[in-house]
């Protein structure tokens, strides 16, 4: 009863109220804020035909609200809801009373109202955002179940591309089988359709609507025009043919139609290739575009290779062995490592049998001092003059002879003595047997003696003393035999074993005995060597001569030499054109232990390289270029740690003041050059040096000239001259060219030369002291003083110093010297004088003037 009548008096004071509530304004009706993810919102218009519940204030006002006391009941749930803030402050209804009745005494009807429409507001929300929700579930359901079905469809379509491509894979296979079955077909047997085999791989794939992808239209053929296998495979025209095709042009191969279907396939699933394992030959240096050719891959695909290990290289850099390597067993291939020094295996040192070895004649190198008789020695044994044809008597090439003693031969190889073929004769003694160390009677042990017994002990061969020039009378050879034993060089008359033997050149005293102990000596060194092999030797000189070309003199040491063999000398090769003899005779063959002359070579090797015939022109060529890289790459960085950077150049000529002297050197053969390379090496100070530019072998040619104008180079010629040309350019250019013919006078002027280079010594002369007794002013000249000459002597204009307490206070020179009143040009000790210096003044009594004078000496090297 009480909430019935409480629900009524709320029901009345409500429409008593109607005209008075507080009304949502219009614009906001039907407005609902939507909100999303990151602070985002939106505002929904909602219809009035959606909403499940109306507001009571919109309700037509002829319409009466029904059952007016359960809508009043409504908001008893929300009573337990915390109220407003300005109601929290009053007091809570008596336990026991009206609670209803309470709250509608202290709420006023507009509150009322208000809470009436925020709940039905609220219910109206909530309503609107579960249909929102319920929407949005379901259009995910909708769209996953999309994606769903176009997976399925997707792997549906390629499962049945897939089972076709198989299907005609499987056609085309028992068609090939079919046909090697059918093979060969009789002549009158009808040639079964190929079309077939298409027919069932297009009845194999039926179950899959999926269209054919082989683009060409020449696969399905039609069944009228039937062929054989073979004779499409021949493409010959038969009788059956001729009567049954109507000149139908000839088919596709079944080899052709597969190829073309792994293309496809490989287009279509990008299918790899069958990879193919190679053996890839790697070199200790390779560009990747080399690599990639090795390993038959694409270039773009080793760069990858590297670009994903972080480098960016391109086709043409190089890399080592070992990072190639890695990317070769990367790429799926293996690898068999070569040198380039590879390509001179086999080339020397080839192991003989014993019983391919026969006897050699010995080769014997005569050493010694110069001017102790060597060539006049061999001169006498070989009965020629060979002395005549050097320049001053002095031997200034490699000669190689041969000379017979009891029907035996001997090579002898003359060496030059001068200390500026220490090279030369060091590389004659490597090539020899025997070595006959010439020592004079009257000059007994000289330095150059001492070097040649070195090189024949670091050789390792035996040494025969000649003990030259007993034939004088100042000649003491047991002076010669003790001052040996200093050098553990023992003869026999001492007690050793090296033999010794006293001759004369000039007389041709004991000459015999000399071959004789040659012979001796090399019985019991067992020479042998194998003829029947391919040559191997030295090059004992070269040079360039201007009718034959490149000439070499060489040593046969292994094998026999023929007219024709393709030949390798240092960084040079040729075919033997010719072979002469010392004699000029043109020889078929050179055997062992035999001096030649080789023509045919393409440039003039170095003294010293090593010969050996090869099989073919191309290794030749191989074997040389290998070479002259190698030669490059070691002047590159000779070159390179001398020069440094420009920075450590100009520190350089700061800190040390090194200057050089360029020079162009031509001669007439190898050895020459490198003789005077050393010589002029050892001239070189810390201040001064040669440079040698360039140095060849041959005449002074026109190119030379052009060289020397732009280094600022002097030209030296030994034993050469310049052609027409050559001396032309030079003239204009003003650019002397010298000619010389013994080394001496070489040396000799370049020291000289170098020597103008090198800056003035500064020497200081003391001249004498002065001690000043008193000082005076003089008008128009300042102070004066008067002094008394101690030690020595004073010079007017010598430089003079001020010395007090021992200490230097001043340096410079006399303004005037006089005696009495009269200017002199010098005062002896004892005397006294005036003096008056330059720009200086603060003298006073008791100091001392030291004088001086300075000169410049020109220094030599």
Same mark, same amino acid.
Request: with cysteine.
């Given at each position: +009863?009480?909430?019935?009548?409480?629900?009524?008096?709320?029901?009345?004071?409500?429409?008593?109220?109607?005209?008075?509530?507080?009304?949502?304004?219009?614009?906001?009706?039907?407005?609902?804020?939507?909100?999303?993810?990151?602070?985002?919102?939106?505002?929904?218009?909602?219809?009035?035909?959606? !909403?499940?519940?109306?507001?009571?204030?919109?309700?037509?006002?002829?319409?009466?609200?029904?059952?007016?006391?359960p809508a009043a009941a409504?908001?008893?749930?929300?009573?337990?809801?915390?109220?407003?803030?300005?109601q929290r402050e009053r007091p809570r209804p008596a336990p026991g009373g009206n609670r209803s009745g309470v709250v509608l005494n202290e709420l006023s009807k507009d509150e009322i109202e208000a809470r009436r429409r925020a709940l039905q507001d609220s219910k109206v929300r909530e309503a609107e955002e579960r249909q929102r929700a319920a929407e949005e579930a379901k259009r995910r359901a909708e769209e996953d179940a999309r994606r769903e079905r176009e997976r399925e469809e997707s792997a549906r379509r390629q499962a049945e591309e897939e089972a076709r491509l198989k299907a005609e894979a499987e056609a085309r296979r028992e068609a090939e089988e079919e046909a090697r079955r059918r093979a060969p077909p009789p002549a009158e047997a009808k040639p079964e359709p190929e079309v077939d085999s298409d027919d069932e791989a297009r009845s194999k794939s039926k179950g899959a609507p999926v269209k054919r992808a082989a683009p060409k239209p020449e696969v399905p053929r039609p069944a009228a025009k039937p062929r054989g296998d073979d004779q499409r495979r021949r493409g010959k025209l038969t009788l059956n043919r001729a009567l049954s095709d109507d000149g139908e042009t000839r088919g596709r191969s079944l080899s052709s139609m597969r190829r073309r279907q792994e293309k496809f396939k490989r287009a279509q699933h990008q299918e790899p290739r069958e990879k193919i394992s190679r053996e890839v030959v790697l070199p200790e240096t390779i560009t990747i575009q080399e690599l990639a050719q090795r390993m038959a891959e694409r270039a773009v695909d080793v760069i990858k290779f590297f670009m994903k290990q972080g480098q960016m290289l391109k086709p043409g850099d190089v890399i080592d062995a070992d990072t190639a390597e890695l990317v070769a067993e990367e790429f799926g291939h293996t690898v068999k490592r070569v040198a380039e020094s590879?390509?001179?295996?086999?080339?020397?040192?080839?192991?003989?049998?014993?019983? /391919?070895?026969?006897? !050699?004649?010995?080769?014997?190198?005569?050493?010694?001092?110069?001017?102790?008789?060597?060539?006049?020695?061999?001169?006498?044994?070989?009965?020629?003059?060979?002395?005549?044809?050097?320049?001053?008597?002095?031997?200034?090439?490699?000669?190689?002879?041969?000379? %017979?003693?009891?029907?035996?031969?001997?090579?002898?190889?003359?060496t030059p003595g001068h200390a500026a073929f220490t090279a030369m004769r060091a590389r004659g003694a490597e090539a020899t047997d025997i070595a006959i160390l010439v020592v004079a009677a009257d000059d007994s042990v000289m330095p150059q003696t001492?070097?040649?017994?070195?090189?024949?002990?670091?050789?390792?061969?035996?040494?025969?003393?000649?003990?030259?020039?007993?034939?004088?009378?100042?000649?003491?050879?047991?002076?010669?035999?003790?001052?040996?034993?200093?050098?553990?060089?023992?003869?026999?008359? +001492?007690?050793?074993?090296?033999? /010794?033997?006293?001759?004369?050149?000039?007389?041709?005293t004991n000459l015999d005995r000399l071959l004789e102990a040659v012979l001796l000596q090399s019985e019991v060194l067992e020479l042998?060597?194998?003829? /029947? !092999?391919? @040559?191997?030797?030295?090059?004992?000189?070269?040079?360039?001569?201007?009718?034959?070309?490149?000439?070499?003199?060489?040593?046969?040491?292994?094998?026999?030499?023929?007219?024709?063999?393709?030949?390798? @000398?240092?960084?040079?090769?040729?075919?033997?054109?010719?072979?002469?003899?010392?004699?000029? %005779?043109?020889?078929?063959? @050179?055997?062992?232990? +035999?001096?030649?002359?080789?023509?045919?070579?393409?440039?003039?090797?170095?003294?010293?390289?090593?010969?050996?015939?090869?099989?073919?022109?191309?290794?030749?060529?191989?074997?040389?270029?290998?070479?002259?890289?190698?030669?490059?790459?070691?002047?590159?960085?000779?070159? @390179?740690?001398?020069?440094?950077?420009?920075?450590?150049?100009?520190?350089?000529?700061?800190?040390?003041?090194?200057? %050089?002297?360029?020079?162009?050197?031509?001669?007439?053969?190898?050895?020459?050059?490198?003789?005077?390379?050393?010589?002029?090496?050892?001239?070189?100070? /810390?201040?001064?040096?040669?440079?040698?530019?360039?140095?060849?072998?041959?005449?002074?040619? %026109?190119?030379?000239?052009?060289l020397a104008e732009t280094s600022e180079a002097a030209i030296i010629g030994f034993n050469v001259r310049a052609n027409k040309q050559a001396r032309d350019a030079a003239e204009a250019a003003g650019i002397e060219i010298r000619?010389?013919?013994?080394?001496?006078?070489?040396?000799?002027?370049?020291?000289?030369? +170098?020597?103008?280079?090198?800056?003035?010594?500064?020497?200081?002369?003391?001249?004498?002291?002065?001690?000043?007794?008193?000082?005076?002013?003089?008008?128009?000249?300042?102070?004066?003083?008067?002094?008394?000459?101690?030690?020595?002597?004073?010079?007017?204009?010598?430089?003079?110093?001020?010395?007090?307490?021992?200490?230097?206070?001043?340096?410079?020179?006399?303004?005037?010297?006089?005696?009495?009143?009269?200017?002199?040009?010098?005062?002896?000790?004892?005397?006294?004088?005036?003096?008056?210096?330059?720009n200086y003044e603060d003298i006073r009594p008791g100091d001392v003037i030291e004088a001086y004078r300075v000169e410049m000496v020109t220094r030599t090297l």
């Open positions: +009863m009480t909430d019935t009548k409480t629900g009524d008096d709320k029901t009345l004071s409500v429409e008593k109220k109607k005209t008075l509530t507080l009304k949502r304004p219009s614009v906001e009706q039907g407005t609902v804020r939507q909100n999303f993810s990151h602070g985002r919102s939106k505002s929904v218009v909602v219809e009035t035909k959606k !909403r499940k519940f109306s507001r009571p204030d919109e309700r037509p006002e002829t319409t009466p609200a029904p059952a007016p006391a409504k908001p008893k749930p929300a009573a337990p809801q915390p109220a407003p803030q300005r590879d390509v001179e295996e086999g080339l020397f040192n080839v192991e003989d049998k014993a019983e /391919d070895l026969k006897p !050699r004649p010995p080769v014997v190198t005569i050493m010694g001092h110069v001017d102790h008789g060597k060539t006049s020695l061999l001169d006498a044994i070989r009965h020629a003059n060979v002395v005549s044809g050097e320049a001053g008597g002095i031997t200034q090439h490699i000669g190689a002879y041969q000379v %017979e003693q009891g029907g035996q031969t001997i090579t002898f190889i003359d001492i070097e040649s017994i070195n090189h024949a002990k670091a050789a390792g061969v035996p040494i025969i003393v000649a003990i030259n020039k007993i034939d004088k009378p100042e000649a003491d050879a047991n002076k010669v035999r003790t001052e040996l034993l200093q050098h553990e060089v023992f003869v026999e008359s +001492m007690g050793g074993e090296v033999l /010794d033997v006293e001759v004369s050149a000039v007389k041709g042998k060597a194998n003829p /029947d !092999r391919s @040559a191997e030797g030295v090059v004992i000189e070269a040079k360039l001569d201007r009718g034959r070309g490149s000439v070499a003199t060489v040593l046969v040491q292994a094998g026999t030499l023929h007219t024709g063999d393709i030949i390798v @000398a240092g960084n040079e090769w040729g075919r033997v054109r010719a072979l002469v003899n010392d004699r000029g %005779e043109q020889l078929k063959e @050179a055997p062992p232990s +035999m001096p030649v002359e080789i023509l045919g070579l393409q440039g003039t090797p170095l003294a010293g390289d090593r010969i050996a015939v090869v099989e073919s022109e191309a290794r030749a060529r191989e074997i040389s270029e290998y070479r002259q890289r190698l030669a490059r790459e070691k002047s590159v960085a000779r070159q @390179a740690g001398q020069r440094g950077s420009l920075e450590q150049m100009m520190s350089q000529l700061q800190d040390t003041g090194l200057k %050089e002297f360029p020079l162009i050197v031509k001669g007439d053969v190898q050895g020459s050059i490198e003789a005077i390379a050393g010589a002029l090496d050892k001239l070189g100070t /810390d201040e001064v040096r040669a440079r040698i530019v360039h140095s060849g072998a041959g005449a002074i040619t %026109e190119s030379d000239v052009s000619y010389y013919n013994i080394i001496y006078d070489l040396v000799d002027d370049i020291k000289a030369a +170098m020597s103008g280079l090198l800056s003035p010594e500064r020497r200081e002369t003391f001249l004498g002291n002065a001690e000043i007794l008193e000082v005076f002013n003089v008008s128009k000249v300042g102070k004066v003083a008067g002094c008394r000459v101690t030690e020595g002597k004073v010079e007017r204009g010598a430089g003079v110093r001020l010395i007090r307490d021992s200490v230097v206070i001043h340096e410079g020179k006399l303004k005037t010297l006089k005696r009495f009143k009269d200017e002199v040009s010098e005062v002896p000790a004892g005397q006294e004088c005036g003096m008056a210096f330059e």
